[in-house]
Every structure is written in C-alpha cells, then in structure tokens.
C-alpha cells in the first residue's frame, strides 16, 4: 500500500495548504522539462515519481478521500502488528543510535537494530532546560556522529578490500566514473552498508518536522539523506548494474538533501557547513543528470559559503568538486581549493584526507 503521506514528505496531521504546497514543489522537481536529455533510466524514474505524487495527492486533496484512507492506513498497520506479535517477528528500530563518542563503530556493530515486539521505549529521566532543545531531540541529533562514523568505517574498508588492480574508491569524486560489467547482485553485506542510513532518514525527517524552526534539524535531515545517495555512488566503479539501478533510484535525494540544507541556511544565513552541503548536494546531482544549471548554482552556494568564512574547508571541497563537474570542467582552479584545503590549519582530518584523494584523482 502506498503511503501517501511520505510520498508528498508530509506528516499525517498535515493541513490543506501544506499538502497543495508539498505537491506544488514536487511536480516542480519531477517537471519533464528539468530532465530534458538526461537518462532515459532517470526520466523514466521520473514519471513514475510523477504518477505516485498524482495519487497521492488525489486522495488527500479529497476530505472524504483521505479520511478513508486513514482509516485504511490504521487499520493496515494494526493487523501488521498484531502479526508481528503474533509470530514474533522484529520490527525496525528507528530509534536513534548511542552516540559514537569519536570513536569508530566495534565489529559487527549492528546500524540497523530491531525492536522486539513489546519492547517499551527508552525513557530519559533528564528534564528539559528553559531555553534548551526537547528532550527527544538532542538524542536524535546525535546520530551525526553515528553516521560519520558508520561511513568513516565503511570507506577505510571498502578501499582495503578491493582487489589489486579495481578502481579505488577514494571518495564521492571517483563514483560514476567506472565501467558497468557485472549484474550481479550486491551482496547481503553490501546492502546493509548500502541501507544503514534509511532508518536515519525516518528520525530524521520526524524531527524536523516536529522542530521546523531548528536549524540542527534540518541539517542532520540533509546529512542522512546525503549520506544514504553518496554510499551507493562511491561503489558504482565496481560495475554492478545492480547498483547503478539503486544510485538511480536515489538520485532525487540529492535534491531532498538540498532542500533540508537551504532550510537550514535560511534558519542560519552564516553557516558555511550548511551551505557547502548544500553546494555539494546540487553540484553531484547536476553533474549526474547532465544539468549544468544545478552545477553553477551549487558553485554560487559555495562561493557564498566562502565570503562568509574563507577558511570554511567543507566549502573549499564542495567548490572544487563544483569547479571539476563544470562543463568544461575548471579542473585548474578546482586543484587549487583542495590544496588550500589540505594546508588550511586544524581543518577537519577525514575533509584533508578527501582534499589529497582528489588531488591524486584530478592531477592524472
């Protein structure tokens, strides 16, 4: 059963003219025209896309309509969970993860619990400060560092694992960039790496939703989303079709994270982390379809992420990153702002690590 609800990305309580401005947004996005010469894969992602938000919003455009489908809906998730009861089966948990605390993830660390079917909620006896964040939020932002630390420990293995002579991995940059030769499916390893972020995006999503005004939110909602499209692009040069077909299908959450990211910077104009994400985010899916207009508008937002803070290193690797998916491609000036990254005193290691990677790449 399709959930209309994440399909127009709404919560369940939406009113009327949120639901007509989530739809207006959408048919924007998934215009036919924004996708001229782009795959024929992606265009036809695209009107399927299509077809789901028009029946989404047919229903709940409709009073009548919608109120059936709630009760459809709960009827639906009542009997699955009378089933999952019934026969024990785990359900996910999209809880939020305990903190990393800087430190890497153990092996076998499991990113994507389950919930035991009549298992209570964790309960936190702290109460909340005047003037402080709720007291459900400032755990879930804490799966930023989860998630850094899932992905720190995903690349450092993926590129140790490759057998002598395969295209190293190296970063975001060299995703794309290999020959497509095998169909064979991803192993069952390699799609829990692949869907370790999907639980993240649910919290994160409800989060936001539930403190539209913090910009923290929004932020640790692109960075999920971010990270859920960049872990498949980083293993396309393995030449899995299989994979190639996910990346596709992912493809509009480069879109989505931007979205989170300029609400973010509109909540918090002079955060270059922010808008660099955001550049990034643009940058990677114009590149992908081909569309140059997403490609000068993400290198405008780093550009402006540096006048704000011209030591900000994540926008000194979004705006080379912007400057070598440029038709044609500015690899010159984009090897100049990873060596100004590279040098930049007390920059953060993983970004210095990428700045060398793509040095390495670009300077072939």
Known sequence: ??????????????????????????RERYDPARLEGSAEELQELARRRRDEIERAYLV????????????????????????????????????????????????????QPTLRSGSAPRRSGRATRRGALPVWLAPTLIVAVAVFAIVLVTLVTTVYSLPPGAAPVGGPQQAGT????????????????INQFEGQI??????A???????NAWIELGNALYDSVVVVRERLASGDQNLQNIYIERLPRWLEAADAYRKATELAPTDPVARADLAASLCFYGKDTNDQNYVREGLAEAERALRDDPEAARALLSKGLCLAFSDPPQVAQALEQWQQLIVLPGAEPGLVMQARQLVAEYSR
């Not at 024990?88 to 660390?109: M, V």
């Not at 649910?202 to 989060?207: K, N, S, T």
């Open 1 to 26: 059963m399709q959930d209309h609800y994440e399909t127009l990305q709404v919560h369940p309580r939406a009113d009327v003219e949120t639901i007509q401005a989530a739809y207006a947004r959408l």
């Open 60 to 111: 709940l455009s409709d009073p009548e309509r919608r109120r059936r489908y709630d009760e459809e809906l709960a009827a639906r998730q009542a009997a699955l969970a009378e089933e999952r009861a019934a026969t024990g089966e785990e359900a996910l948990d999209y809880r939020p993860l305990p903190p990393a605390r800087g430190q890497e993830r153990p092996p076998g660390f499991n990113a």
């Open 178 to 193: 290999g020959a497509l030769v095998s169909a064979a499916a991803p192993t069952p390893d390699m799609m829990a790496i």
């Open 202 to 207: 649910v919290a994160a999503r409800q989060v």
């Open 209 to 215: 939703r539930r403190a539209p005004e913090n910009p």
